[in-house]
């Protein structure tokens, strides 16, 4: 072997992690490198030495060379070595043109760090699960993916918090919440935690859907013949569809106030009689209404009945809008990216300016128009990443406004164009200004903002942000 390749083939097996040991045909030692002395602990150069030494030596315990030698196959041995520990011992022959054995290399490989390694990955699964339970706990959308709900804001939070508990009862719930926020989700979340979802099904009426002319026969039914165009076997109302299980009558505030009459008696009789019937037929329903309108508005201008609001306004729940709960808006998205993600077949993430946009928008659509925009930008991504330029124009304008708004003022136009780090130095000075504000001490505000102290400290320097002033406690 020349010295060049020498130098290069010593480079080679020294870059090997694990113990290399290469002997001639008759078992003298060629050469090793510095991880089988690391690994062994053999105090005495082996170069030159035959392998029987080693073990008359009581240096090793057994000796993988000498059964390759003897077999000319292939061996694996655990083997003790000085240093402790056991390694995993294997012999490899080598052979020349004509079939006869020139050298052995054995690869010795540290049982103990198998072992430490073992133990390690182990632990990263105890604490993959522990961080698992932490984030079901900290956002219920994990707890069942197939609920989609994600929720950080408190009031949401507590909203999903009492679900189980109204569940466990019959008393009527009355959902208010601007249109998209998910009121038709909380219902349905209702009925699948109660023992109704055994028992009977949930039924969605959209009371805003159904023609005044046919809702009245939709709701309750009708006999044969009752009117002009009737089925002659009649038909079931999707009320008694519902029995033993829960009606969830959306959009309630418009009902007609001829049938929140009828819908009154139902509730307090728990019976219900078909058009063009006589014989009231009980039912075991549990009913979950919703709304987007101001129902106690309605009752004061006459177009909602008093009686029945009290009788549907057992439990009331409001749902905050989305504009309100901007803690959910991560969440949510990348609850959404996920869902499409796999549905298109995509692998796709937000730039951090993307999301920054997303949470800057006042959502006026709430959670239906999130998802909608989230699909929108997955089916036509050309590339991995989501980036601020994709977004629906909308949000991009809503999101350079609000910087605008911050920078200037709310008298400065949209039209106008400011420097860039301009802007940036604006945006940094509000952010650090309401850390300080709302943090009693420099090493939460830091906390707050992600950054070390001596960041902070150099930034608000630069800037001429006098914490004193920001917040008395410093």
């Not at 918090?161 to 989700?185: F, M, N, Q, W």
């Not at 009789?269 to 058009?275: A, E, G, L, P, Y």
């Amino acid at each position: 072997m020349s010295g060049n390749m020498g130098i290069t083939f010593r480079a080679m097996i020294n870059s090997i992690s694990d113990g290399i040991y290469i002997c001639d045909s008759e078992g003298y030692c060629i050469t090793h490198n510095d991880a089988f002395l690391r690994i062994t602990g053999i105090p005495v150069d082996v170069v030159g030495r035959h392998v029987k030494t080693l073990i008359d030596d009581h240096l090793i315990s057994d000796s993988v060379t000498l059964e390759v030698i003897r077999i000319g196959q292939r061996v694996s041995k655990v083997i003790s070595y000085p240093s402790g520990c056991e390694a995993l011992v294997t012999g490899n022959p080598a052979f020349d043109e004509k079939g006869n054995l020139i050298n052995v290399v054995c690869e010795v490989r540290d049982l103990s760090e198998l072992s430490t390694l073992k133990d390690e990955l182990k632990c990263s699964k105890q604490l993959n699960k522990q961080y698992r339970d932490i984030l079901i706990n900290y956002a219920p959308s994990l707890a069942n993916a197939s609920h989609k709900i994600a929720a950080r804001d408190p009031k949401m939070q507590s909203i999903l918090d009492e679900l189980p508990r109204i569940a466990d009862s019959d008393a009527t719930v009355l959902i208010y919440g601007e249109s998209g926020v998910g009121k038709g989700l909380i219902a349905s979340l209702l009925h699948m935690h109660s023992s109704r979802s055994t028992k009977g099904k949930f039924i969605k009426v959209d009371c805003s859907a159904i023609p005044s002319s046919l809702i009245e026969s939709e709701l309750f039914g009708y006999e044969g013949g009752a009117f002009t165009g009737a089925r002659r076997e009649g038909k079931v109302g999707l009320l008694a569809q519902a029995n033993h299980g829960t009606a969830f009558l959306d959009e309630i505030g418009e009902l007609p106030l001829f049938l929140q009459v009828k819908l009154l008696s139902v509730l307090q009789d728990h019976k219900i009689t078909r058009v063009g019937g006589t014989a009231p037929l009980s039912m075991d329903i549990r009913y979950v209404c919703a709304t987007n309108r101001d129902l106690e508005e309605m009752v004061d201008e006459g177009t909602f009945r008093k009686d029945l609001f009290y009788r549907l306004n057992v439990i009331p729940v409001a749902i905050p809008p989305l504009r309100e709960r901007k803690e959910d808006i991560l969440m949510l998205t990348l609850s959404f990216l996920d869902k499409f993600c796999h549905k298109y077949h995509r692998v796709l993430s937000f730039v951090p300016e993307a999301m920054d946009c997303l949470y800057e928008y006042s959502w006026p659509g709430n959670v239906r128009e999130l998802e909608n925009v989230v699909e929108r930008l997955v089916v036509l991504s050309q590339s991995g990443i989501i980036e601020k330029i994709d977004l629906p124009e909308k949000i991009q304008r809503a999101s350079k406004a609000i910087v605008l708004q911050n920078i200037h003022g709310s008298s400065l136009k949209e039209s106008e164009i400011i420097p860039l780090k301009a802007a940036v130095a604006a945006t940094e000075r509000q952010s650090i200004e309401r850390a300080l504000h709302q943090n009693g001490h420099l090493g939460s505000a830091a906390q707050a903002l992600k950054i070390d102290i001596s960041t902070l400290l150099r930034k608000c320097k630069k800037l001429g942000i006098k914490r004193v002033a920001a917040s008395g406690k410093m």
